[in-house]
C-alpha cells in the first residue's frame, strides 16, 4: 500500500544552476520566469507595459554580489536555470544593458533595469527573509498582475499563499514515505533496505529504474564537468575582492607529486574538488545545488573521495562505480530531505549551518553508506557532522560567495570523511539523534542574530575591508 507523502525527491534537491548562490541567484531567476509564465497563462503579457520589481531582506542586501538582480532580469526573459550557459548569461545580459528591455517571457518586449528595481534589505518579510515581489502595469498604470515569491533555500521557490508542500514532486504516492530520521531507520529496519534503498524505492513512484540511474549519473557529470572548468582557469574570481583561483595551481601540483592518486595525499585531493566546484560556482559557472550552491563543493569531494579511497572503490569496474555514485547520491538526497522538511537549507534563514552544515551531514552519510555501514551507522554519521556545524554564521565578505565560502566547503567535506569513519567505529547506538540535532539546528538559526545570517551586516562582513 503506497501513501500520500510530500517528501522532497533526489532531483528536486540535487538541480543544475548556475552560481553563485541557489538562493540568490537560482531562486530569483525562477521566480522571475515563474511570473513571466503566468503572465502569458492569464493572457495578458501582451499587455504589459512596464514591470515593477521589488526585493526585500536578504536579497536586497546581498543582491549585488550574488547576483540576484541580472538573474531577476534573464528569468524575466524566460531563462530556465538549469538550461542557461554562462555563456548565454553574458550574451543575454549585454542585449538587456544595450536595449534597457527585457523580452518579457521570451516574446513580450518592455523596458527594465537594474536600476529601476525597489531595494529594502531592511524589510523582512514575516514568512522568509528572501522575499522578491513583481507587478505588472498596462500602458493606463492598471494592475494586470502581482505576485510575492520566497526564495527558500537550494533553488527552492514558494508564491506567497503556497505551503511548504507545494514541490515539483509533493503528492505523489511513494511506498516508503518519511519525514524524519526515526521514521527512516524504521522504514529501514522493516524492509531490510539500505537508506540508499528505501530513497530509491520512493523514486520509483516517479521515474523508472533507467531514468533514476541517468538522472544520478547527469548529476555527478555536472559536478565533474564543474571541477574541470574550475581547473582550465586562472587569475583572480570576478567581484572585486580579487581573490586568486587556486584550484588550477593545486591540481598541478598533485599531478606532479601524487600521479598515482596515492592515499596519504587524500586531504589535498579532496581540498582540491571542494575548492575547485566552489571557485565555479563563484565566477557564475554550472554546478550542482548539493544541497545549495553555497555548499556546493561538499558532497562532489566527499563523493570522489568515495570513488578513490575506499575499498568499494579499490578493484571497481564501470559498473561498480556508477553504483557507488548512485547509493551515495540517494543516501545524501535522503537526509537532505530530513534537513529540508524539519529545518531549512537557506543560509538567509539559518545561517551556514543549513547549509555547509546539511551538505556535510549528506556527504557523511552517503561516504557512510558507501563504506559498509548500517542505517544507524549512517544516520549517526549525519548526526556528528552536523552537530560539529551547529551555530555556523552565514557573513560571506561583500555579499560575494567567495570568502570564506570556498574553503569553509574545503573544511567541511573533510569533516564529513572523519564524521563518516566515526560513526563506522561505532555499532550505530549515540546519545544525541539526527533528528534532536536537526532541531538543534533550527532553533539556532531561529536564536541567531540577522546579523549573521546572509546580509552583510556582520563577522567577516564588516571586520574585513573589500579593497
Known sequence: MTHAQSTVGVFDLFTVGIGPSSSHTVGPMKAAADFA????????????????VEIFGSLAATGAGHGTFTAVLLGLGGARSDEITPAEVETRLAEITRTGAVVLGGRHPVPCKVEDFILRPLTVHPRHPNALSFTAFDAAGGTLSTQTYFSIGGGFILRDGEDTTSFPTAQHAIPLPFSSGAELL???EQTGLAVSEVMRENERARRTDDEISAGLRRIWDVMESSVRSALGRDGVLPGGLKVRRRAGAWAARLAAEDPDHDHEHWQHRVNLIALAVNEENASGGRVVTAPTNGAAGIVPAVLYYALHYTPAAASAD???REDIIERFLLTAAAIGTLYKANASISGAEVGCQGEVGSASSMAAAGLAEILGGTPR???NAAEIAMEHNLGLTCDPIG???QVPCIERNAIAASKAINAARMALWGDGEHRVSLDQVIATMRDTGADMSDKYKETAQGGLAVNVVEC
Open 318 to 320: 564501470d559498473g561498480a
Open 37 to 52: 509564465s503566468s503572465l502569458e497563462a492569464q493572457t495578458v503579457i501582451a499587455r504589459v507595459s512596464t514591470v515593477r
Open 377 to 379: 551507522q549512517v544516520e
Open 399 to 401: 555579499g560575494l560567495v
Open 186 to 188: 524504521s522504514r529501514c
